[in-house]
């Protein structure tokens, strides 16, 4: 599949060869400029399937139109759209994914698109849509069958897809728009077959490896063991590693787009490959999805992926903690006592608060060696965001409103959005413990700002940190279980705004 923009002005009137036109129509009776073109040009048969009721224009709904146009040349996908004052960006994706379905399984050379254009969705916004069509159909094309022993035949998509901008200022843009698009795609296809990886394949081992795929003439990547770790003192990131026969490995991926000696933006990943909950053992049910407490990791390694692959001017740097989290002999237990690498001790009172333990070394080691610009971890770490924010939004958590801004519009502009969650004071006072400077957790409530303010406490050397708590957002359960590829979108658009606004 290969993706294309035309303005509509080249294709009115002479139609290239195409064996489907897809079509957008809206509720109400009015067909859209395109689809009244066609309406006329096909001896009014859309409008005949929408008064005998065949096809109904209800958001996703689709019907596929044969022997249209003039001499019954082409295919005809009508999508529905949906009312049309309520039409935004939500639906056109609704729109988009329906369109994606239907293509699916088409081996067609050529598909002309003229949904992105729509009166609603002009101008800026235009862009963003043909990068959804784009990354429907990428998303739609994805599958993982890496274990089935009986893998069946991947389904065909259509050779190209061309898609008709409303004119030709828009024609460049939108060549752009597809190339973020198709960076953004790889990139989330790289996290999601990380994360979909079981957790006997997928070891810190393991990702170490597929973190050196990403090796290029502006991408350098450095794998540390047990040892370096030991020698930088990581006392609470070891802590977890213990209790387990994988050994634990520090991650780091340096991608420089930017000026010679630019301070980067670090992105920190959190790499449990699996987290039992140690010593403080979770239950049976879903504890398979506890493979997918490396998606923080898998995303910002497939951020670099994508901002690799779409030359972004920017030094960004991925550092990704990675170890597994297993009751054992020699497993860390309640009450027992580390040295992080900053020198602050931490009671460990449940050692399924794994994740902040390896984070708040590998933050202190981001500061001290990079200096960063921007700091952003991004971790699966805790069941209170799921509870708070579903599968909807990711958990952002910082005290800095520029950043915070700045990571709420890329979250609206990528529609991989962030909803900002509060970091008073009192979180931090419920991490007080009797022997060590803080426990590992805070109280039965408050869970996911509690978790904030732990990493908060390792973070006082950045100008600027974040942290983005995707726990429900990484991956979904259920019979749609599989890794979703988010924030991949959210920090490649922060990135993309950064390159092209600059820090302001
Ligand atoms: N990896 C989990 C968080 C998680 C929960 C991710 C559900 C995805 C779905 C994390 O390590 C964890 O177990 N957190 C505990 C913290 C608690 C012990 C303070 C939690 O959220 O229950
Ligand atoms: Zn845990
Ligand atoms: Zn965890």
Redesign the pocket.
Known sequence: MEFKAVTNSSVSGQLPAADMLVVGVFEEDTLTGVAQEYDVESSGVISARIASGDFKPKLGNTLVEFNAGPSGAYRLLLVGLGKKDKFDRHNFRTAAQAVAGELKGRAFANVLVFITQEEQIKFETELDSVREVVQALREKEYFFDAYKSKPEAPAPFPTLITIVVSDSIHQNYAQDAINTAEAISLGMTFTKDLGNTPGNICTPTWLGEQAKTLISDKVSVLVHGQAEIEAMKMGSFLAVAQGSIQEPKLIIVEYNGGAVGAAPIVLVGKG?TF?T?GI?L?PSATMD??K??MMGAASVLGTIKAIAVNNMPLNVIAIVPTCE?MPSHNAIKPGDIVTSMSGQTIEIL?T????RLILCDALTYAQQTFKPAILIDVA?????I?SALGEVHSGLFTTDDALATRLIDAGYGSMDTVWRMPMDKEYDEMLKSNFADMAN??GRTG?ASS?AAFLARFTADTPAWAHLDV??TASRGGSAKGATGRPVPLLVQFLNNLAIWGSK
């Open positions: 449990i987290d909950g403080s979770k999805e506890m997918y407490d989290n449940n399924d608060a794994e994740g699966t770490l805790t069941g209170a799921v957790i805070g869970g978790a726990a429900g």
